[in-house]
């Protein structure tokens, strides 16, 4: 039977190795999440430290969560907060010029992608980070919670106000389109 | 499409694995694995255990005081009432008809322990709007089986004005309280409340907001009254950013962050259903603005910003405040009558003062088929000059006007 992910931070305690089966776990999931956030070259830098830092701290693992997605969703985003910057100029170029700076290919820009990424580029990073969480890493509120270090009410606050300002500049951005239109 | 749908299809096209970065990422692992000598592992896992142990003793004196959702464990009981979904739902109502105002994802913020029951702190998200909490006395909800406290929507805070606090008051048992309610700027990392004789406590702060209580006779009307306790806003580095001193001023002005200008003058000084004083009074501030206070024996509140007196036609409002709905607002200048028409045809002509209005509705005309549903303004011939509809919301059937006696005695 496979072990859960406190199981194995509990015996990499005594057994360091035993961490390993963490990394192969999660470490997909945690570099495409920040790949799409920010790109191959700071993805890869972000995501190994991730996995170097969990090592680190393991012991402060809470081992009645047996799930560690939060946990290390929580130190991805530690580390991605120093490239806020750099994820909202790429989201503006996009939005620009249409073409995603993150991608390898131009090929398949979807047509809502620019606008998409202007309504992402205009929220704050506190509400896209509880946005993506729930969009794309696919946390529940309780687990985007505790990767975050706020109280549920705060995630589902930043999360409604994230929505409605998406919804919000999506709806300027299409009123523009047909005016210009 | 939703906009969690839209989201979820941006960039979808991102590789599910990597192969290079795995390998890359995988060997830094075991490189860290491997070499962390022993030493270091020791003297990391004692500076962790120093760490705990003074997280613990603080931890411990905090929880004497306050229960919270947020960070460290809440006791099983005030986590439960707080996150219950049946809670919730019984706040709900409350926040309905606020602008902006998500009502149905009401939520506990903070709980706090005081000789006369728990006090609990309810907020309900918003999109763009105001902040909007209401503070709940436990042991009043208890007796009257419906929310019974105060509500308040405030407005969003600069860096340039990071604090704002409501002084919320309460007589339980025979015991007064006085409880703060802040909210605090996102910059704002502690607040700390000072005693007069300069003992200080942290208080904890949660979705932003925070709540403490001070001894209800030691808030003074304004600084000149005593020397009060003082609420203060620190950023990380521990740099001050704001200092307000608790006062009963402070806590209706720092709504508004506004300075005071001049003395506070009574326009109406009339009483409530039941014969108990009530007044609304004009206070001047800075830039020439003006702001209305109310006070009941329920409480008070004071409204800054929009103009004093309307130019024309009624701006006259219901308010709840504890178990209490009023009247108030402004008349236009051609206004000289105004009448207050009830769902069984009763009309009542309300009094107006230098064009204000400040009226208490009994608790006779609470119930449905009774209530006030409409306001008619009348010129000096007695023609109608505007109309407008009393809302319902105050008296919908979860209002804390349904829960028996007042908030105090």
């Given at each position: 039977m496979e072990t859960t992910d406190a199981e194995a931070i509990a015996a990499s305690l005594s057994e360091p190795r035993a961490f390993v089966a963490v990394f192969e776990r999660h470490f997909d999931a945690i570099h495409r999440y920040l790949r799409r956030r920010v790109g191959k070259p700071i993805a890869d830098e972000l995501a190994a430290e991730t996995f170097a830092q969990a090592f680190e701290h393991r012991r402060r693992y809470d081992p009645r969560r047996p799930d560690a997605r939060p946990w290390l969703y929580g130190i991805a985003h530690n580390l991605l907060r120093h490239h806020y910057r750099d994820e909202e100029r790429a989201l503006r170029a996009y939005a620009r010029t249409?073409?995603?700076?993150?991608?390898?290919?131009?090929?398949?820009?979807?047509?809502?992608g620019p606008e998409l990424a202007e309504a992402l580029a205009g929220l704050s990073p506190r509400e896209r980070d509880v946005l993506l969480l729930v969009a794309w890493a696919e946390l529940e509120y309780a687990e985007v919670a505790e990767a975050l270090g706020i109280p549920v009410g705060t995630v589902r606050s930043r999360l409604n106000r994230a929505r409605g300002r998406i919804r919000e500049l999506l709806e300027r951005s299409r009123q523009y389109e047909r005016e210009t239109i | 499409m939703d906009e969690l749908q839209l989201i979820r299809s941006f960039r979808t096209d991102v590789p599910e694995s990597n192969a290079d970065a795995r390998h890359v990422a995988r060997r830094m692992l075991l490189s860290r694995i491997e070499t962390v000598p022993w030493a270091r592992r020791w003297r990391r896992l004692a500076i962790a255990v120093v760490t705990l142990a003074l997280a613990a003793v603080m931890a411990a004196s905090a929880l004497a005081l306050y229960d919270f959702v947020a960070g460290e464990p809440a006791p099983p009981d005030v986590t439960k009432l707080l996150v219950e979904e049946g809670a919730a739902e019984r706040i709900a109502p409350l926040f309905a008809g606020k602008r902006n105002v998500v009502a149905e994802e009401a939520h506990g913020v903070a709980a706090l322990e005081t000789p006369a029951g728990r006090v609990f702190l309810w907020t309900a998200p918003t999109i763009d709007g105001p902040i909007c909490y209401f503070v709940e006395f436990e042991r009043l909800s208890e007796r009257a089986g419906a929310p019974r406290g105060e509500g308040h929507c405030g407005p969003h805070l600069s860096a340039g004005a990071p604090m704002i606090f409501v002084l919320h008051r309460a007589t339980i048992d025979g015991r007064e309280l006085a409880i703060v309610v802040g909210w605090a700027h996102e910059s704002v990392e502690s607040v700390v409340l000072r005693s007069p004789e300069g003992v200080e406590r942290e208080l904890e702060v949660s979705e932003g907001f925070f709540i403490a209580d001070v001894p209800?006779?030691?808030?003074?009307?304004?600084s000149r009254d005593g020397k009060p306790y003082t609420l203060v806003a620190k950023a990380g580095g521990g740099a001050e950013l704001e200092r307000i001193g608790v006062t009963e001023f402070a806590g209706s002005l720092r709504m508004h962050s506004a300075k005071l200008a001049g003395p506070r003058r009574t326009v109406i000084e009339t009483t409530d259903s039941r014969g108990r004083p009530m007044e609304l009074s004009l206070i001047p501030i800075e830039g020439g603005k003006t702001c209305v206070r109310l006070e009941t024996r329920n409480g008070m509140s004071t409204s800054c910003g929009a103009p004093v007196r309307t130019d024309e036609g009624i701006q006259v409002h219901p308010t709840l405040m504890g178990s209490m709905v009023f009247v108030s607002g402004s008349v236009g200048p051609e206004v000289a009558k105004l009448e207050l028409h009830h769902q069984d045809g009763y009309v009542l002509e309300l009094p107006i003062v230098e064009r204000f209005v400040l009226h208490d509705i009994p608790r006779a005309r609470f119930e449905d088929g009774e209530r006030p549903i409409l306001l008619v303004a009348r010129n000096r011939d007695g023609a109608e000059v505007a109309r407008k509809e009393v809302g319902q919301t105050a008296f919908g059937p979860n209002s804390a006007i349904w829960s028996g006696g007042d908030v105090g005695p």
């Open positions: 249409g073409t995603d700076p993150l991608q390898d290919s131009v090929e398949e820009a979807a047509r809502e | 209800a006779d030691g808030v003074p009307k304004d």
